[in-house]
């Protein structure tokens, strides 16, 4: 099974950015759904942005859209979510995860996970 580390997280001001990287073990994410979430303390895990990489198709959370994007560098086998304009209600842990179906937004959709970074965001 694939292994992804998450890194990059840390504690910022409204408006500023920040790129979270997050690590494969193995070059799966070419064939792979490619997925960031995300989870505040005493809410569930929630969906931020995805790309099948495989037919090329990204997607966000609308919360996020024209904000964040998700990338990637192949020969790193590294995929990247960079946040723009951040604003403290994006404070929580960032995940990665790897799954199958495109379009998927449901953690139960994807079945290997990062240990997460914390990313906090002060007004």
């Known amino acids: 099974q694939v292994q992804l580390v998450e890194s990059g997280g840390g504690l910022v001001q409204a408006g500023d950015s920040l790129r979270l990287s997050c690590a494969a073990s193995?070059?799966?994410?070419?064939?792979?759904?490619m997925a960031w979430f995300r989870q505040a303390p005493g809410k569930e895990r929630e969906f931020v942005a995805g790309k099948a990489w495989s037919i090329g198709i990204a997607y966000y959370a609308d919360s996020v859209k024209g904000r964040f994007t998700i990338s990637a560098d192949n020969a790193k086998d590294t995929v990247y979510l960079q946040m723009n304009s951040l604003k403290p209600e994006d404070t929580a842990v960032y995940y990665c995860?790897?799954?199958?179906?495109?379009?998927?937004?449901?953690?139960?959709?994807?079945?290997?996970w990062g240990q997460g970074t914390q990313v906090t965001v002060s007004s």
């Open positions: 995860a790897a799954g199958w179906q495109p379009g998927a937004r449901a953690p139960r959709q994807y079945d290997a």
């Open positions: 193995e070059r799966t994410f070419r064939n792979n759904v």
